[in-house]
C-alpha cells in the first residue's frame, strides 16, 4: 500500500508540476540554444585506436569524453564521441539526454554530427530537442526542478559516429561563487579518449583529492589563469556490483572544492541556515502550548517537539535553486506542514531552541556513513540533515525525518550515519556519532499437528524492539492490516500451495517502550506429504527467515557485499507432534568478525525445537572474505538451516536420543562399585571384647545429621544424575563444531562418575553409620576428601569452558570445603564416634572380660 500510495502520489506531482513548469508558473518553458563552441575552449588532438572488442559492451564505446569547466566563466563545456559497432548499440546509443537545471542553468547546444563513411551528417535543430522534467526522485517526495534535454536521432546505423557538443553555464549561487566538484574519470562503458580540464584563476585557491585510478594532472598557466588537465587512454568500464555497500566506490574520481576546511563548511552553511529566534505566528502558539503542558521538564519538552515535527510535519522537499541546500523559515515549514530534512532539521532546533535547549543541525552522509571522512571538505560532501541536543546534560540525536518512532524521553532510535558535521560556531571537525542501541526481531513459527487428516495450525508471532519496531510500525500504517495480511499470504503461498488465513492479523504496541508483536495464524493443508514408496508422511522445514538475510555472492563477485547493519534476530520453529519426538539433538555455530550465527536442535515432549540466532555486526563482507563468506552460506543451506522428518501417525520415526557408550560405560561403573561395596562391607575385621557391664553404644547426638546428610545426598545426586541428562545425545553434543567440544565431554564424563561414586560412597556410608560399623571413621572421611577432590575438579573443567557452568560448579565446590572442615575432625575426634562404631565383620565376632562374663 505505501509503494502504491508513492507512485500514485508521485505521478500525481509529477503531473502537476509538469503542468507548472510548462508556463503555469514560470511563464516559459526551458530551451535548449544553439550557438557556437565557446572561445575559451581549447581543441584536442585526435584519437582514433578503438578499445579491444573484448570490453566493448551493449554495442558502442565512447571515441571520446572531453570535459573543460571554467570556473570563472561557470561555464562547463562537453565534447561527446560515441560509436556504435553492433545493433545493440544502435538501441542503446541513438539518443542524446543532457540534464540541466533552469533555475541558474543555461544550455547550449554545438554541435550534433552522425558520421558514415567518413562523411558528416548534422542532425543539430533546434525542433529535434525535447524539455522534459527530469524528476527521479518524485518517488521520494523531492522536486528538484530540473530537466533533461532529449535528442533522439532517426536513421543510425552500424558503424556510425555520433559526435556532439554543448555548454551548460551557471553555478548555484547557493555556494556564493565558490567551486565544488566531484569529476569522474571512469564510466561504466569503454573510454577510448578521456579528457577533463579544469581553468581557473591562479588566485583562487582549489583544493584537489583523487580517488582510485586517475592520471597526474597537467598545470599550465597562462595570462592568470591556472589549467588542470588530466588526460587519459583505453579506459576500462567500471562495474559496480548490486551487493555492495552503497559507499563503496572503484571509480576514478577527482574531487575539488574550494572549501579548505570543515569550519569554512560550517560557517557557509550556518549563514545559509541561521535558527529562528524571534519566531511569532502558529509556530510560535505551538511552542507556548508545548511549554505549558511540559512544565518544568525539558525532557517532556523535547519529546513533544520531537513529535510534533515528525509526525505533523509530512516529508516533501521543493528543493529549487538555492533551496538545494538552504532550508524555508521554520514558521512557513510549520505553517504549510511539509518540508524536507534540513527543513524539518532546522524547524526542530528553532523550537528546541526557543526552550532553552542547545540544538544544532547536523549535516550527514546517510550512503558514506563514516566513509564521509575520506573525503576533503565541500558542501557536496552531505545528503542529509539531522539534529543533535543536549537535554539535561545528555547528548541527544535525532532523525525529524523518521515517522511512528517510540520510545519516551530522550530514549529513542536514531539511524547509524557514523560521522556528521555539527552546524555550531567554531567546529572545524567531523563529530562521532555514538550508535544506538540495537533493535532485535524475535520470531517464532509453531506448527501445531493434530492429526494426519487436520490442517496443519501455523500460529507466526513476531516482537520487533527498537529501529524494527519503528520501521514495522510506519509500514503498517502505509500498508494497512488489509494489505499487509494479503502481502504475508503472499509470501507464505509461495512455500505452502494449501495455505488460508485463519485469522486476521493481530496487532499489540507499547509504542512506549518502542516494542510491536504481531501475529498471524494460519491453516496448512499441505505440510505432511506422503511417500508412495514408503508410506511415511513426510515434512520439510527451511529457516527462510534467516535465509532471507543472507546475501547473494556470486563467483563474479569481486567487490565488498553490504550486509543489513545493524541487524539481530532470533528464530524459532516449533513443531507440536502427537506421541512426542526421539530425535538426535544437534547444536551449530559460526563466529567471524562481520557476522554471527547460532542454531539449536531440541526437542521437549511433544515438541521439537529449531533455534536460530543471527546478527550482523560490520556493514559489509570484505573481499578477502568473500570466498569463507559463500562457503558459510552455502552451508548454512545444505545442512543448518534445513530440517526434514517422517512421521507416522503411531510413532515419529526418530533414532535414538540415548548415548548408548556412556550409558553401558555408567552400567558398568555402577556394577563395579557395587562389588568392591560388598567386598569392603565383607572383609574380616579384629574382634572386640567388652568389659563387663559394657555393650554397644545406640547411635544419637550429632550422628543423626550424619545419617540424614548421607541419605540426602544419596537421593539428590540420584535425582542430579536423571535431571542433568548426562545421557543425552543433545548434552554431548551441546558444544559440537566448537572449540570447546573435547572440553565439554570430558566435563560430562567426569561429572557422570563423579555424580555416580558420590551417590555410591553416601549409600555405602549411610549402611556402615546404621550398622555401627567399625571402618565407618576411616571410610567417611575419604567420602568428604573425595567431595571436595571431585568439585574442585569439577570447577577447574567448567571454568576453562565458560564463566556460566563455572559458577554452577562453585556453590559445590564452596559447600564441600565447609562440610568436609566440620566433619572430619569430629569423625578423627569425637569420643561418641569412637565408642559407636566398633561393630566388627562377621558382626559376632566379640565377647566380654571377666569370670562370670558370659561366652559371645
Excluded at 547550449?108 to 542532425?123: C, E, M, S
Aim: aromatic share 12%; with cysteine.
Amino acid at each position: 500500500m505505501q509503494r502504491f500510495f508513492k507512485i500514485v502520489f508521485g505521478f500525481s506531482l509529477c503531473l502537476v508540476f509538469l503542468f507548472w513548469c510548462s508556463g503555469a508558473a514560470f511563464g516559459n518553458a526551458p530551451v535548449v540554444h544553439i550557438s557556437a563552441k565557446p572561445a575559451w575552449a581549447g581543441n584536442l588532438k585526435p584519437y582514433n585506436q578503438r578499445p579491444s572488442a573484448r570490453t566493448i559492451e551493449r554495442g558502442f564505446y565512447y571515441a571520446l569524453i572531453e570535459q573543460q569547466l571554467q570556473v570563472e566563466k561557470q561555464a562547463d563545456y562537453n565534447h561527446v564521441i560515441r560509436e556504435i559497432v553492433s545493433e545493440t548499440g544502435i538501441q542503446n546509443a541513438s539518443q542524446i539526454s543532457v540534464s540541466f537545471d533552469p533555475a541558474y542553468e543555461r544550455l547550449d547546444f554545438h554541435d550534433i554530427t552522425v558520421w558514415r563513411n567518413g562523411k558528416p551528417l548534422n542532425r543539430l535543430k533546434a525542433s529535434s530537442f525535447k524539455v522534459l522534467a527530469d524528476e527521479q526522485d518524485l518517488s521520494n517526495f523531492i522536486y528538484q526542478g530540473s530537466f533533461s534535454a532529449l535528442c533522439i536521432l532517426d536513421d543510425i546505423r552500424k558503424g556510425d559516429r555520433i559526435e556532439y557538443s554543448y555548454t551548460i553555464t551557471g553555478r548555484n549561487p547557493i555556494l556564493n561563487g565558490r567551486f565544488c566538484g566531484d569529476l569522474y574519470f571512469q564510466w561504466g562503458t569503454p573510454i577510448a579518449h578521456h579528457y577533463i580540464a579544469l581553468i581557473a584563476l591562479s588566485t583562487r585557491k582549489l583544493n584537489f583529492k583523487t580517488f582510485n585510478t586517475v592520471p597526474k594532472p597537467l598545470v599550465t598557466r597562462d595570462g592568470g589563469l591556472t589549467t588542470y588537465a588530466y588526460e587519459g587512454f583505453q579506459i576500462p568500464p567500471a562495474h559496480d556490483d548490486n551487493t555492495q555497500p552503497s559507499w563503496y566506490n572503484e571509480r576514478g574520481l577527482i574531487q575539488v572544492s574550494e572549501f579548505s576546511t570543515w569550519a569554512d563548511v560550517v560557517n557557509w552553511a550556518l549563514s545559509i541556515n541561521p535558527p529562528s529566534l524571534n519566531i511569532k505566528g502558529e509556530l510560535a502558539a505551538r511552542i507556548a502550548q508545548l511549554k505549558k503542558d511540559a512544565g518544568n521538564s525539558k525532557e517532556k519538552y523535547f519529546r513533544a517537539a520531537v513529535r510534533t515535527v515528525q509526525q505533523e510535519v509530512r516529508y516533501m522537499g521543493i528543493e529549487i535553486g538555492e533551496y538545494s541546500h538552504r532550508a524555508n523559515n521554520p514558521e512557513k515549514v510549520f505553517k504549510q506542514r511539509y518540508g524536507d530534512c534540513k527543513d524539518k532539521s532546522l524547524l526542530l532546533v528553532s523550537m528546541l531552541k526557543a526552550n532553552g535547549i542547545d540544538a544544532q543541525m547536523v549535516l550527514v552522509n546517510a550512503d558514506l556513513n563514516e566513509h564521509v571522512e575520506q573525503y576533503i571538505p565541500t558542501a557536496y560532501a552531505f545528503n542529509h540533515a539531522v539534529v543533535t541536543a543536549n537535554v539535561n546534560g545528555k547528548q541527544v540525536w535525532v532523525d525529524a525525518t523518521m515517522d511512528n518512532q517510540g520510545g519516551e524521553g530522550t530514549d529513542i532510535y536514531f539511524p547509524r550515519y557514523g560521522k556528521g558535521l555539527v552546524l555550531k560556531a567554531g567546529n572545524d571537525a567531523l563529530t562521532t556519532i555514538p550508535p544506538s542501541k540495537n533493535g532485535m526481531i524475535t520470531c517464532e513459527d509453531v506448527y501445531t499437528i493434530k492429526d494426519v487428516k487436520s490442517p496443519v495450525l501455523f500460529t507466526v508471532t513476531t516482537v520487533y524492539s527498537g529501529d524494527e519496531a519503528d520501521y514495522v510500525r510506519g509500514r503498517l500504517e502505509s500498508s494497512g492490516i488489509n494489505e499487509t495480511e494479503k502481502n504475508y499470504l503472499d509470501y507464505y503461498s509461495k512455500i505452502y500451495n494449501k495455505i488460508e488465513a485463519r485469522d486476521s492479523i493481530q496487532v499489540k504496541d507499547d509504542i512506549s517502550k518502542n516494542i510491536l508483536t504481531t501475529i498471524e495464524t494460519y491453516k496448512v493443508g499441505d505440510f505432511l506429504k506422503k511417500d508412495s514408496a514408503s508410506g511415511k508422511l513426510n515434512a520439510d522445514l527451511f529457516a527462510n527467515f534467516i535465509n532471507n538475510q543472507l546475501p547473494s555472492i556470486t563467483g563474479r563477485t569481486k567487490t565488498p557485499v553490504a550486509l543489513t547493519y545493524p541487524y539481530n534476530a532470533a528464530y524459532t520453529i516449533k513443531v507440536v507432534l502427537p506421541g512426542g519426538w526421539d530425535i538426535s539433538e544437534d547444536h551449530d555455530a559460526i563466529n567471524r568478525d562481520y557476522y554471527r550465527y547460532e542454531s539449536n536442535f531440541t526437542s521437549a515432549g511433544d515438541t521439537l525445537k529449531l533455534n536460530y540466532k543471527l546478527a550482523f555486526l560490520k556493514d559489509n563482507v570484505p573481499v578477502n572474505k568473500l570466498d569463507e563468506f559463500r562457503a558459510d552460506v552455502k552451508k548454512l543451506n545444505n545442512t543448518s538451516l534445513g530440517y526434514s522428518f517422517s512421521y507416522t501417525p503411531d510413532k515419529a520415526n526418530r533414532p535414538s536420543t540415548i548415548n548408548n557408550t556412556l550409558v553401558a560405560f555408567a552400567v558398568v561403573v555402577a556394577f563395579g562399585l557395587i562389588l568392591l561395596a560388598v567386598w569392603l562391607y565383607q572383609r574380616e575385621t579384629p574382634g572386640i571384647v567388652f568389659a563387663y557391664g559394657s555393650t554397644f553404644v545406640p547411635i544419637g547426638g550429632w550422628l543423626i545429621l550424619v545419617a540424614l546428610g548421607l541419605a540426602g545426598t544419596t537421593l539428590i545426586t540420584a535425582s542430579r544424575i536423571i535431571s542433568v541428562d548426562y545421557f543425552s545425545l543433545h548434552s554431548w553434543n551441546l558444544y559440537h563444531n566448537t572449540r570447546y567440544a573435547f572440553s565439554f565431554r570430558i566435563l560430562l564424563v567426569v561429572e557422570m562418575l563423579g555424580n555416580l561414586v558420590l551417590m555410591a560412597y553416601a549409600l555405602f556410608c549411610l549402611v556402615l553409620l546404621l550398622n555401627k560399623r567399625d571402618i565407618l571413621p576411616t571410610f567417611i572421611t575419604g567420602y568428604f576428601v573425595f567431595g571436595f577432590v571431585f568439585f574442585l575438579a569439577d570447577y577447574i573443567l567448567a571454568a576453562g569452558i565458560s564463566s556460566k557452568l563455572a559458577g554452577s560448579a562453585l556453590n559445590p565446590l564452596i559447600r564441600s570445603v565447609i562440610v568436609a572442615a566440620i566433619w572430619i575432625p569430629y569423625f578423627r575426634r569425637s569420643s561418641r564416634v569412637q565408642e559407636t562404631f566398633i561393630v566388627p565383620h562377621p558382626p559376632y565376632n566379640y565377647s566380654y572380660e571377666g569370670p562370670e562374663s558370659p561366652q559371645a
